[in-house]
Structure formats: C-alpha cells, structure tokens
C-alpha cells in the first residue's frame, strides 16, 4: 500500500502493517492495483498479490464466508471496505 501523496513530510523509511478503511475509488487495473480513499480524503493505492483473500461480513460464531468471486470482480467503486497490508 502506499500514500499517493507528494508531501515529503511523511515519507516513510521503514515497512510495517496496519489496516486501512475507505471506499474503492477506481478498480483493479492489470497490474491488480486499485485505489481507496479513507474518510478523512487521503487516497491509497493497494495492490494485490497472489496471497490476496477477501471475506464477507458474518455474525459472531458463524463460520467463514468464501465470496464466491474472483477479488479483483469484488472492487467496485463506492464499495467499502477494509484493507491489512504491508505500507
């Protein structure tokens, strides 16, 4: 994942994880690099791997819910969702 921002104040010399939450703004292209955007405005650009999974909201105590689809055919824009990676 990465900022798309060209502020050079927080530019980011070392890796870690964390999780994200925005709207898709514009769907996997052919690299499977798609955009969300966080409610305060800030833009991210995530791209997928091989080790990418996805997984549908459930109640507590019931089981895993495979979606069914391909990812890349899950990221509309306007959808909402929760994104864990590697900045």
């Known amino acids: ?3 798309s921002s060209g502020s050079a104040v927080n530019q980011l010399n070392f890796t870690f994880s964390d999780t994200i939450a925005g709207y898709v703004t514009a769907p ?3 690299a499977g690099i798609f955009r969300v955007a966080t409610t305060d405005g800030r833009e991210y650009e995530i791209r ?3 080790e990418a999974y996805g ?3 459930r109640n507590l105590g019931e089981p895993w819910q495979d979606p069914g689809d391909r990812i890349e055919n899950l990221l509309a824009p ?5 994104v864990y ?3």
């Open 1 to 3: 994942m990465s900022q």
């Open 28 to 30: 996997p292209d052919d």
């Open 48 to 50: 997928l791997t091989s």
């Open 55 to 57: 997984e549908v909201i």
């Open 78 to 82: 306007g959808r909402y969702l929760f």
């Open 85 to 87: 990676g590697v900045f």
